[in-house]
């Protein structure tokens, strides 16, 4: 990991604190970098600045570098007069005949020479690009911080890094890239364009500024890490097969870069959540308990760890994320608050005369007073109440679940039922 703040008036306070804590979440530990350490130390930009000056030095020894003598009204001004003559601004028309030596006060800019450039990447396969793309840029700014530009290539050399994986804003830059290499004398990595990630409309990158959410506000709401980076991994890449919930052991071993789809992928946030749930369900019940302690309702906070497993049990497979889990075990330890709302989004209870419900709510009750509340037995007798009441299952099992959960969603029933009255005690009301 390298921490990447040399552009000082962009740099977010608390940012590099919120990469470390996001990665630590998703279980992918960096072997070199801050905290950590490694022979290619340090590894943050803003303490390797005389690493940058000296490459800068070099390049200015070797008649590559030059002071850029323009103050931004002029640069502003023959940017207008570029626009003005429908032609694109290249800076590099307008390179100073004798520039004055650099004494670090004014911005230094790296002197590229224009040519075509064809290269291999390991996803797009072969690009090729004009010299139109090349032109001078700055490589050391005013305040003598480098521009990520320049200081990465040397970063990615001094640190022997073999691939640079990019997304695709980034594509237009390889040349200039390249030239850059060329000029310090160096060869450069493989680099591979990855697809950009889109929006669930597929029409637009994701992004903060249209709502996108910070991975950390997943770990708030109870997503696992591991479905994170499985959903994450799966977006513009598959292994050739019809596989969707992966491991992270099966990620590191069936990943290449050749099955990195060219074109973008959605962030479909719909399937992030049945993939939680699908890793959720892979969970031993003592690991689920473990992961969702926080995310208990309130009215748990005084139910024995066994009925809260219980209970846990019964919900596993419609679980999605352990931020429902209030919602759905709410009523396993309060009696529910919200019957009559429930009752009337429901529309075939809603169609039922009070006294219909209070018929059935009693015949309910009596059959339960006799019960053993096993599931077997509950299910028996609440079948033959259908036929008794001349009724419908949808109708009666629904009456039954709004009056004991408070809500048209739970868990199974009759296994609700169960646990509901014979850990609880509570009478049906």
């Not at 940012?15 to 804590?21: A, D, L």
């Not at 992918?28 to 390797?48: H, K, M, N």
């Not at 695709?168 to 200039?176: R, T, V």
């Not at 493989?190 to 990158?205: C, F, H, M, S, Y």
């Amino acid at each position: 990991m390298r921490i990447e703040d040399t552009d000082q008036k962009r740099e977010v306070i608390g940012g590099t604190q919120n990469i470390k804590e996001t990665l630590s979440w998703l279980e992918l530990q960096w072997d070199e970098g801050p905290d950590v350490g490694g022979q290619f130390a340090p590894y943050v930009q803003s303490e390797r600045l005389e690493i940058y000056q000296q490459y800068a030095r070099q390049l200015i020894d070797d008649g590559l570098a030059y002071a850029d003598p323009y103050s931004a009204e002029e640069l502003q001004k023959l940017r207008e007069q570029a626009t003005a003559e429908k032609r694109p601004f290249l800076y590099r028309n307008h390179r100073p005949k004798n520039p004055q030596k650099w004494d670090g006060t004014q911005p230094l800019r790296i002197k590229l020479e224009p040519k075509a450039y064809q290269w291999d990447d390991a996803v797009m396969g072969t690009i090729s690009m004009g010299p139109e793309m090349i032109d001078d840029y700055i490589i050391i700014k005013a305040d003598g911080f480098p521009t990520y530009n320049f200081c990465h290539i040397i970063d990615d050399y001094l640190m022997e890094v073999s691939h640079i994986m990019r997304s695709q804003e980034f594509i237009s830059s390889i040349p200039k890239f390249l030239a850059t290499h060329e000029a310090l004398g160096i060869k450069p990595p493989i680099n591979a364009t990855l697809p950009q990630v889109l929006d669930e409309t597929g029409r637009a990158k994701l992004s903060k500024r249209k709502g996108a959410k910070s991975l950390l506000e997943y770990r708030e709401a109870g997503f696992l890490p591991e479905a994170l980076l499985n959903f994450m991994a799966t977006i513009g890449w598959n292994d050739g097969t019809e596989q969707e919930v992966f491991t992270i052991a099966e990620l590191i071993e069936k990943f290449s870069l050749d099955r990195v789809q060219r074109s973008g992928g959605n962030f479909d946030e719909k399937r992030l959540i049945w993939l939680n749930g699908a890793h959720i369900r892979r969970l031993s019940l003592e690991e689920l308990s473990n992961k969702v302690q926080e995310f208990w309702p309130d009215s748990a906070k005084n139910a024995s760890d066994d009925y809260k497993k219980e209970v846990l049990a019964l919900v596993q497979e419609r679980l999605k994320y352990f931020g429902e889990l209030g919602q759905l075990t709410s009523f396993f330890f309060e009696e529910p608050t919200a019957k009559q709302t429930a009752m009337a989004e429901n529309k075939q209870l809603k169609k039922l005369e009070p006294e219909e419900v209070k018929q059935m709510l009693h015949a309910a009750a009596h059959q339960l007073e006799q019960s053993d509340f096993t599931e077997l037995d509950l299910e028996k007798r609440m079948r033959q109440l259908v036929e008794d009441l001349q009724t419908k299952p949808g109708i009666l099992f629904g009456l039954l679940r709004v009056t004991i959960t408070g809500s048209n969603v739970a868990p199974g029933l009759f296994e609700t039922m169960r646990d509901r009255y014979t850990s609880r005690a509570l009478p049906l009301r």
